[in-house]
């Protein structure tokens, strides 16, 4: 009943052509990029930011994202984050600070208990289950009580990995295994990008810097595997993850780095799903300094589908994922949720007219 009055609420707002006011946590270069587009929407109202870099701190919002304007909304501590939620009204938070679920924890408490929804970019919030099992649990518990949903989704995972083939394997009577591939131009992605992929490091340095969690490479193979088996209603045996680095055989240079030869210019890495010995789900991802990019997604099964892509730029597809996702978020049930939990989510409009 409660779940039901929630879904009346925003249903009678878009009648009366209300925005939906919205926070963004974190203004690193993805949360940057997701306030901008906010502020592009006239359904949406940006009324709250929260930075822990002090430099933001104090700063109105415009500013902090350089777009020319002040908008009259001040970047504030993420400590004053619950308090700020209630007094400006935060519909949906709009969240972009880190990978990793554990550490994210604080803040989405923060969140949950001033009653605003919340979607994440962070990987692992994706599916939580999978790595965060009892964590995952409490949160949605704490978010049916305070009738809230909580999500987490990006471009991959999120979208690349998981949510289109899932949805590809809708035209199939019957699937025997299902491979996806995501090639990108590590090169022409933004400095903090190219860091944690190691680019320019020797192969010692890289395996040093990913064994201590300096660098990462990318985040969630086993989210996106497991999610797609459980879309498909699959019983996988094991799932295997890894990431090697790719050693570049030539002069490579990009607009941070120089890759001398036999230095580290990307990473492969990898997700497997395998029921018995057999293996049912690949998902695979090389990204290096001046590769091809495509997107590929080849299943094996009754009618074999094979689609290709030209490449889906990260950074924009990520917010673009975001902030679609805003009105299946409110619309659906209150709870912990992945993309498999809401309606068919699509690109919504009514962009702000041009002043030009």
Not at 75 to 88: H, Q
Not at 255 to 278: R, T
Not at 318 to 328: D, E, G, M
Request: proline share 4%; aromatic share 6%; hydrophobic share 45%.
């Amino acid at each position: 009943m409660i779940n039901g009055l929630r879904i009346l609420i925003y249903l009678s707002r878009v009648r009366e052509s209300m925005p939906v006011k919205v926070a963004v946590y974190g203004l690193g270069p993805i949360g940057t990029l997701i306030a901008r587009k906010v502020l592009e929407r006239e359904n949406l109202e940006l009324v709250a930011a929260f930075e822990i870099d002090p430099s933001k701190i104090g700063m109105d919002v415009g500013e902090a994202i350089s777009i020319g304007e002040r908008i009259g909304v001040i970047v504030s501590r993420e400590s004053d984050a619950a308090e700020i939620l209630k007094i400006s009204g935060a519909d949906v938070v709009l969240h972009a600070t880190s990978s990793h679920l554990d550490k994210i924890y604080p803040q989405i408490v923060k969140c949950v208990e001033a009653g605003a929804d919340l979607i994440s970019t962070s990987e692992t919030l994706v599916n939580p289950w999978y790595r965060y099992p009892k964590l995952a649990s409490e949160i949605d518990r704490m978010a049916r009580e305070n009738n809230v949903s909580i999500m987490g989704a990006g471009v991959n995972p999120g979208f690349v990995f998981d949510a289109l083939p899932i949805l590809m394997t809708l035209v199939c009577i019957r699937v025997d295994c299902l491979k996806v591939i995501r090639s990108l131009d590590a090169g022409k992605r933004r400095l903090s990008f190219q860091k944690k992929y190691g680019l320019a490091l020797s192969v010692e340095e890289f395996r040093h810097k990913m064994d201590s969690g300096e660098i990462t490479g990318h985040i969630g193979y086993g989210e996106s595997v497991d999610l797609i088996a459980s879309a498909l209603g699959v019983n996988l045996t094991r799932i295997v993850e890894g990431q090697e680095p790719i050693v570049s055989a030539k002069l490579l240079k990009t607009q941070y780095f120089e890759i001398m030869p036999g230095k580290v210019s990307g990473i492969h890495g990898y997700g497997i799903g395998y029921v018995g010995e057999k293996e049912f789900i690949r998902v695979e991802l090389i990204a290096e300094a001046g590769r091809e990019e495509f997107e590929e997604v080849i299943i094996q099964g009754e009618p074999p589908v094979k689609w290709r892509s030209t490449g889906i730029p990260g950074d924009t597809a990520t917010a673009a994922v975001v902030i679609n996702l805003i009105p299946k978020v409110l619309e659906a049930r209150s709870g912990l949720l992945r993309i498999t939990d809401i309606s068919l989510p699509s690109a919504f409009s009514n962009l702000k007219a041009s002043n030009s």
